[in-house]
């Protein structure tokens, strides 16, 4: 790891607890960081956008109402979070923080800006941890502070000077001197706050790497990252995505990792129930540290199966009771900004207050259950379910089953509604892949990775078929054999239709999302999604030999020009894909 000279060093008020952590340096993370009392057992994520916008909803009132549980009237009663992630990524002028496809790379301002603007929002968690401390008599109270770290585009050619020379971050070496840089100014700029005499009640304990999925090409990056982060006595977080986790992450140097659930995501047909029951297991396979809970508070797209935010706070809550979320060392929660409103919300602070009995153990089967009855109410209220399912669901015996229930009126609400628009369409083109049975070759999938190759070995029509192969690697929930069609053009009004015969000789291993088809979607040559909006997968043999998969994409609700049809696997095993079809539907 290249060692940058005249690093800073962390200011006085950290001593004791650089003391103890850089002991910890070289021994096994696992075993010895969660004792470190830089260890945070309960951490919010406290979204801060590096452009600065937003930047006035976090007032000292919101975020003390994250340092402590407060009443109805935000008088402090008790202490909430120990650990506080700041995170964030968009910039100025359309750059991002990560490496998004539709995004320009990041410049060193931009990380600048992103400094500045986190210990910003950390002086008012400062004074919400000052008024809190007085108001419940706890002279200790104080804030732990995580900041998260932007990635290394390689993109970037010209990031800016460090040491006198810009770091060309196409090259691992200046993408680690750039990692060290940001932890070395963001220690400067926190030691400059707190001589100045703010960041009293805060102490920062470590850095979160940003990028929530790690590939080959990052591994280097994140071993040095995680060398300095170290050398300065801290320790290195991260959250992987679905999909997203590796099984190597205490050999690349990560000290402290929470995996994502996230049943919320709206992806279609959306993640079921068991998704709880599958990523925990994950969870203690993998050796990792907890998961991130999303007790969610705010209306935005969700999970096709669900009404409202309301059944997604429930769903996470009663899998933390009964799959015994407490036993895990550490937890994160996404997203601090929605709790202060409902906090202050007679009609939610239900949802506020058994999140604060989940996090101080004192949540029971009867509140999770009460929790169950104030979420039904609200979906009678709101009209999304009639008097016949309102009986049935509140009449079963467990939470778990009462969130099964509330599943069904909506997907079966989804399908009669898909049903009913694509009633007046009728397929207006033929194939749009001249060779979706990939018997002359795969002409029509230029893009392709992992063990993608034609086959011999089955085939649904014709003689070949597409194999995808995945042995066992890192990450067996990430994506790492896919092969992308070439795009083809719709228009508004359209929909599309693809559909694709599958066969898997035997069930897929260590995986939830198995083979899967989608689609992404492109707007005047940018990628704008792609798998998480519209996928459709299967994980269990098909016992029958193959299987269709159909899924459909209705332009106006997803406004693109072109789209590409995506085939990819996850997990470990073979599968066989077959009679690609990918169509549009249009009024006659």
């Given at each position: 790891m290249h060692k940058q000279t005249g690093c800073v060093k962390i200011g006085l008020s950290f001593l004791l607890l650089v003391a103890t952590a850089a002991s910890l340096v070289g021994q096994e993370p696992d075993s010895h960081a969660k004792d470190s009392p830089l260890w945070c057992k309960h951490t919010i994520l406290v979204y801060v956008n590096p452009s600065g916008a937003y930047l006035d909803l976090w007032t000292t009132e919101n975020l003390k109402r994250l340092a402590a549980y407060c009443d109805a009237q935000g008088r402090p009663q008790d202490l909430f979070f120990d650990?506080?992630?700041?995170?964030?990524?968009?910039?100025k002028g359309g750059r991002h923080l990560l490496p998004l496809a539709d995004r320009k790379p990041a410049l060193m301002s931009d990380w600048q800006d992103t400094i500045r603007n986190y210990l910003t929002v950390m002086e008012r968690l400062g004074d919400a941890f000052e008024e809190v401390a007085g108001a419940l008599n706890k002279p200790e109270a104080k804030g732990k502070v995580i900041l998260a770290m932007p990635h290394p585009d390689p993109r970037q050619r010209s990031f800016g000077p460090v040491n006198g020379g810009s770091l060309d971050l196409s090259n691992d070496p200046d993408r680690v001197r750039a990692m060290a840089w940001y932890i070395d100014e963001s220690i400067r700029q926190w030691q400059e706050r707190e001589k100045r005499g703010a960041l009293k009640r805060v102490a920062l304990v470590g850095f979160y790497w940003g990028h929530e999925a790690i590939g080959e090409a990052d591994v280097e990056v994140v071993k040095g990252t995680a060398a300095h982060v170290h050398e300065m006595g801290l320790l290195l977080h991260w959250i992987p995505c679905y999909g997203g986790g590796r099984k190597d992450w205490k050999e690349i140097g990560l000290d402290c990792v929470t995996q994502q659930i996230n049943y919320q995501n709206p992806q279609k047909p959306g993640r079921p129930l068991t998704i709880f029951d599958v990523i925990t297991g994950r969870v203690a396979k993998d050796g990792m540290h907890g998961v991130e809970m999303t007790p969610m508070a705010r209306t935005t797209d969700l999970n096709p199966r669900v009404w409202s935010w309301h059944q997604v706070h429930l769903a996470n809550l009663e899998a933390a009771l009964r799959l015994?979320?407490?036993?895990?060392?550490?937890?994160?929660?996404?997203?601090?900004?929605?709790?202060?409103?409902?906090?202050?919300?007679?009609?939610?602070?239900?949802?506020?207050?058994?999140?604060?009995?989940?996090?101080?153990?004192?949540?029971?089967?009867?509140?999770?259950?009460?929790?169950?009855?104030?979420?039904?109410?609200?979906?009678?209220?709101?009209?999304?379910?009639?008097?016949?399912?309102?009986?049935?669901?509140?009449?079963?015996?467990?939470?778990?089953?009462?969130?099964?229930?509330?599943?069904?009126?909506?997907?079966e609400a989804l399908r009669k509604a898909e049903a009913e628009r694509l009633a007046p369409l009728t397929q207006s083109s033929g194939n749009l892949l001249k060779d979706g049975s990939f018997?002359?070759?795969?002409?029509?999938?230029?893009?392709?990775?992992?063990?993608?190759?034609?086959?011999?070995?089955?085939?649904?029509?014709?003689?070949?078929?597409?194999?995808?192969?995945?042995?066992?690697?890192?990450g067996s929930e990430m994506i790492r054999a896919f092969a992308k069609s070439v795009r083809v053009p719709v228009r508004p009004g359209q929909a599309v239709r693809l559909r694709a015969r599958v066969r898997l000789p035997q069930d897929l291993q260590e995986t939830q999302r198995g083979l899967m088809i989608g689609l992404s979607r492109f707007q005047e040559g940018k990628c704008l999604a792609t798998w998480t909006e519209c996928e459709i997968g299967r994980v269990e043999a098909t016992a029958d030999g193959w299987q269709c998969l159909t899924l459909h994409l209705f332009v106006d609700d997803k406004p693109c020009d072109e789209v590409e049809a995506i085939i990819g696997a996850c997990g470990v095993g073979a599968a066989y894909v077959d009679d690609v079809e990918l169509v549009t539907l249009s009024r006659p």
């Open positions: 650990g506080f992630l700041l995170i964030g990524f968009g910039c015994k979320w407490n036993e895990f060392p550490a937890m994160t929660y996404f997203h601090g900004g929605d709790l202060p409103q409902i906090a202050a919300d007679p009609q939610t602070r239900v949802f506020y207050d058994d999140l604060y009995k989940w996090v101080k153990g004192t949540l029971t089967q009867q509140d999770v259950e009460a929790l169950a009855a104030a979420t039904l109410a609200e979906q009678k209220r709101a009209g999304v379910i009639n008097d016949e399912w309102y009986a049935k669901i509140a009449a079963a015996k467990t939470v778990l089953e009462k969130l099964q229930l509330m599943e069904e009126p909506k997907l018997e002359r070759g795969l002409e029509d999938w230029p893009r392709r990775s992992g063990d993608v190759a034609r086959s011999q070995e089955t085939s649904a029509d014709g003689g070949w078929s597409l194999r995808l192969s995945l042995e066992p690697g890192a």
